[in-house]
């Protein structure tokens, strides 16, 4: 773990402290130590298998402490506003559905398929700007299109978009190179 950039004073959103984590009466991690403040960016690089998705399921309390310290202390009350993953292929059941090859077929014939403007609305906290995000993203020309259409590229960046709209106290975003 390479911790890129850290700012701020507050205390930490997450805090493991020699914490060990347990999946299914396995432990995953022992005596990990990470804290993640208001601000921080981090990258997490390692092979293949070395546990870096294991480690993103502790951050998003999916894994047991089961010795050690771990603390969340997010400013927010509700649990889904707290931790949002996006992973590599959240876009495709954005963008494509159960049945793509024939959705994506009929889109060609209908005008009633979301489109991302308002799939975006329809994401969108209390408080969140649709606008600001979409600029920000670069997005601003797939707002009118339907769902079905977008690229792999343009479904990732409304996978983020979405993540965003949701306010998070912790956004991670997973990509794999």
């Known amino acids: 773990m390479k911790n890129v950039v850290s700012m701020g004073t507050a205390p930490p959103l997450v805090s493991f402290q ?3 984590f347990i999946d299914r009466e396995q432990i ?3 005596d990990l130590s990470w ?16 546990g870096k998705l294991n480690l993103l399921r502790c951050l998003e309390q999916k894994l047991s402490c089961c010795s050690g310290k771990a603390s969340w202390k997010f400013p927010c009350e509700k649990y889904e506003s707290r931790v949002v993953c996006v992973y590599p292929d959240s876009h495709r059941l954005i ?13 060609m ?4 398929l979301e489109r991302v403007e308002e799939y975006l609305i329809s994401q969108a906290r209390e408080g969140s700007s649709i606008d600001e995000i979409v600029k920000l993203l670069e997005i601003e020309k797939l707002k ?3 769902l079905i259409s977008l690229s792999n590229g343009e479904g990732r960046k409304l996978s983020i978009a979405s993540a965003m709209l949701k306010k998070p106290s912790l956004l991670v975003i997973v990509n794999h190179f």
């Open 35 to 50: 804290e993640i403040q208001i601000g921080d960016s981090w990258t997490i690089l390692g092979k293949n298998g070395s």
């Open 109 to 112: 014939f209908r005008d009633d």
């Open 18 to 20: 020699k914490a060990s």
């Open 95 to 107: 963008t494509r559905g159960n049945n793509f090859p024939q959705a994506r077929w009929e889109s």
């Open 144 to 146: 009118s299109r339907k």
């Open 28 to 30: 995953i991690f022992s």
